[in-house]
């Protein structure tokens, strides 16, 4: 975990969680514990710099004791307007970002993205398994701040339409197929617990 420094990671908390009954997925209890302390978990052994990005809640997220940052427009413009607002509170050369509802989610994957992104020189890593990108899962430049900016202006949304205009490189994590298995619903919350005992 050399250069963590020159890191931010972002926990992507922003959304409106509409099959979840609109309950704020990062405070939802997982295992006795908020989902969003997983993703702390993972993210901070990485980084320099650890951020939320949530748009409700701001006090609740502020006492998990890390800097909470909220999208630039009340929109809720889903996950690029998450990374825009990381990019743009940034100090930092690279942003590693993962959302609030993936508890099986590890340092050591995260790691691995951070890797590839450097070992292949490339703008953005992401995590694929079995063929589906898993984009919110990334290893950004924040140098592409702007050409974000610009993108989000013209009123796309689409995370992969962004992420292929640019020097990509997928990370296979098709060897632990369960590993992106995010919380949606409570109903997958409660399957989501029962396979883990």
């Excluded at 704020?24 to 989902?35: A, H, N, T």
């Excluded at 950004?140 to 993108?151: A, E």
């Excluded at 990370?171 to 949606?184: A, C, E, K, R, T």
Aim: proline share 5%; net charge negative; with cysteine.
């Amino acid at each position: 975990m050399d250069n963590k420094e020159t890191i931010t990671g972002v926990i992507l908390a922003g959304g409106l969680a509409r099959r979840m009954g609109r309950q704020d997925k990062g405070l939802v209890s997982f295992k006795g514990q908020p989902l969003i302390s997983y993703a702390i978990a993972a993210m901070r052994p990485a980084v320099g710099v650890l951020v939320i990005n949530a748009n409700r809640n701001v006090g609740d997220y502020q006492k998990f004791g890390l800097p909470v940052i909220s999208d630039h427009t009340s929109c809720f413009d889903g996950p690029l307007a998450g990374v825009l607002t990381a990019m743009s509170y940034s100090q930092t050369e690279e942003l590693l970002v993962m959302p609030c509802d993936s508890p099986l989610m590890g340092t050591g994957h995260l790691q691995q993205l951070l890797d590839a992104r450097r070992d292949n020189n490339a703008d953005i890593a992401v995590a694929v398994a079995d063929g589906r990108w898993h984009p919110v899962f990334l290893a950004i430049k924040t140098s592409l701040k702007t050409d974000l900016q610009r993108y989000l202006a013209d009123g796309h949304r689409k995370v992969e339409t962004w992420l292929v205009q640019h020097h990509v490189v997928p990370v296979d994590f098709s060897h632990q197929p369960g590993l992106f298995m995010n919380i949606n619903t409570m109903a997958e919350l409660v399957n989501l617990e029962n396979q883990s005992v």
